[in-house]
């Protein structure tokens, strides 16, 4: 590095020049001040880059111009101001370096590679200044709430952003396909068809997109605040909505929905209000603990029961799942200790097990399966939940036609074989859709049971009815 000289201020004249420099730096009028009290040499410029870093951002574009007028000012105060070339081209340098630094006026710090664990990117995020997270959020809010690691607070912020662009860009993909004309020269009308299937596929994430803005707008089905934890509309649409805050929250509970989960507003009422009562469930087994509740509809599920019958969206949800629960872990207030438990639900249970099979296991006290066809895992101590066998659990209400699908993906959760605590998930209405998905009815016992599960009083969860003997069945002896 070149010699820097010396940076010399004739202090009488200071004040005369201080007051025109505060036209031309506005807000910059306490650093220049603690300017006018230094004799620096070349070693103290990063003194001045810290100085100058602390001026508002709308500064740094106009730095340069500025301090060239200034030099202007200077150099007709007959020499009041000794500043070398030399120095005017280290303090620009300093000056630009520490503007980058702090994401003002330059480039914003770079975000963490994708693979990046959460507990790392809450680090990152932790490290960097209030500036720099504001200008982030601003610019790149789609980034930003999606990366797990990142506060719960913060990505609730970034995705209400998210979500007012996608539904407003939808609305615009929705009114420009209803204006283009469809071809003339198509008598069957298959153009005009594949056009109406695609608005109404836009449609569709559009009210699940307006449901889901209407849930976290005033807190959905209760009282509990809403944080929204992501949104997307690649694919089928997803969502993930917390109730209540995990960041602060004694036990966070995650669920895993099913078949057909996807942005509409069917499934986004659906599982929000599950998650509402489950806090509510919580809350009747333990009103001293605090409890958060997560609809995590963040995976691509199968469409159909026969697309259920196999395992690839399991084996790519399954990461996505395990990541998202070492995020709560990441981002959760250190003073305070947390419990976590995931509850998975139909072809969500077979996510569920593939994200057991991470590495170091699946980041949950508690994993519970509720109507599982399977969960692509042998038993229960192969899911390498902490606690072992005794915390993983499982539930199928009498009248669940998943029993159809016993066995589809391993060994069934509720049989002795796969050695889970299994427990009470009542009797459910007799129509197929309802009793499948019944454990989520406040009323029912599977739901009373999440509640204690989730508060870690396992001593009061309770347990199926003995079986009873069909009468049709029995023989009588002689």
Known sequence: MADTGAFNIDLPLFGTVTTDLESLFGTGKD???????????????????????????????????????GMGLFGTLNGALQCCASDYASLDTMVSDSFGALGIGGSLPATPAAGTSPADVNKWWNGLSGDQQAN???????????????????????????????????????????NTPTSPYDPEGYAAMDQQKQIDALQGKLDGMNELQKVIGNGGTGATQKYLLGVDTNGIGHAIVASGDPDTASNVVTVVPGVSTDLSAGHVDQYTTAADTIVNSAHNADPTQSTSAVAWMNYNAPSSVPGALFSGPAQAGGPVLDNFQQGLYATHDPGDP?????????????????????????????????????????????????????????????????????????????????????????????????????????????????????????????????????????FPIE
């Open 338 to 474: 947390l419990h976590t438990t995931v509850i998975g639900h139909s072809y969500g249970t077979t996510v569920v097990g593939e994200a057991t099979q991470a590495p170091g296991g699946l980041h949950a006290d508690d994993v519970v399966l509720a109507a599982s066809p399977g969960t692509n895992v042998d038993n229960a101590a192969a899911m390498n939940v902490p606690g072992g066998a005794s915390h993983v659990w499982a539930t199928r209400d009498d009248n669940d036609p998943i029993v159809w699908a016993e066995g589809f993906h391993d060994t069934d959760p509720v049989t002795p074989a796969f050695g889970a605590h299994v427990f009470n998930g009542g009797v459910g209405p007799s129509g197929l859709v309802a009793a499948h998905d019944y454990y989520f009815d406040p009323s029912s016992p599977a739901m009373a049971n999440f509640g204690q599960i989730a508060t870690g009083h396992y001593n009061q969860v309770t347990s199926p009815p003995p079986v009873q003997a069909d009468p049709s069945w029995s």
């Open 31 to 69: 650093a220049l001040s603690e300017l006018g009290s230094l004799t620096l040499g070349g070693e103290a410029f990063g003194e001045i880059g810290s100085l100058v870093g602390s001026v508002n951002g709308e500064l740094h574009d106009n730095l340069l111009s500025s301090l060239t007028s």
């Open 136 to 178: 982030l959020l601003s610019s790149d809010a789609t980034q930003i709430g999606a990366m797990d690691g990142v506060p719960a607070d913060v990505r609730d912020a970034a995705n209400r952003s998210v979500l007012s662009n996608l539904q407003t860009q939808t609305q615009q993909q929705i009114t420009d396909l209803k």
